[in-house]
């Protein structure tokens, strides 16, 4: 329950714990932001790391000058894009495995079947949108791997997907992070964030509960 509760508490302030990152790490913060986006998006079992708001807050922390914003971008691109690459191998190698014990405490069916879902409803695009979804942001590329997904047009799909969303998001934050009212209200911005980027999952969970009454 601490863990959920410490975790929670780094997404929401999220600027408070960069700004510690980039006073004990300096030049080194541009590889430590790399490695949180690349295991958020490359291994299966860390989807609760902060991968939006992390973005948007770097790029805010870009625009008072703490980031070279351009450098930012091309590492957590590379970042997102090495991530995913890992996720399909994992998932073709290992994924039906991974996911035959039904008690698994992190590799949840539910989890997999509302990958399969959003795949179902948005085809190969999946991998591009997903990259703006929690969750099923680390379980597409997952899935791809163990349906096989040919692997040049998931990494075509995968290498747009990263650009747009670390792009997107970054520079969201560097044009609007620092905004006054924004600055002042940065945990309510962060949060809306995280509502906005859960809310499809919300609706495709009700959608698909509707659907079996």
Known sequence: MDFIKDAFDYVLHVDRYLNILIQNFGAWSYVLLGVVIFAETGFVVTPFLPGDSLLFAAGAFAAMGSFKVVWLMVILCVAAILGDSLNY????????????????????????????????????????????????RTFAPFVAGIGKMDYWYFLTANVIGGVVWVVVLTLAGFYFGNVPLVKNNFSLVILAIIIISVLPVVVEYLRHRKDKI
């Open 89 to 136: 191998a994992i998932g073709k190698m290992f994924g039906e495995r991974l996911f035959r014990n039904n008690n698994s405490r992190f590799f949840k069916k539910e989890y997999l079947e509302r990958t399969h879902r959003f795949y179902a409803k948005y085809g190969r695009k999946t991998i591009i949108l997903a990259r703006f979804v929690p969750i099923i």
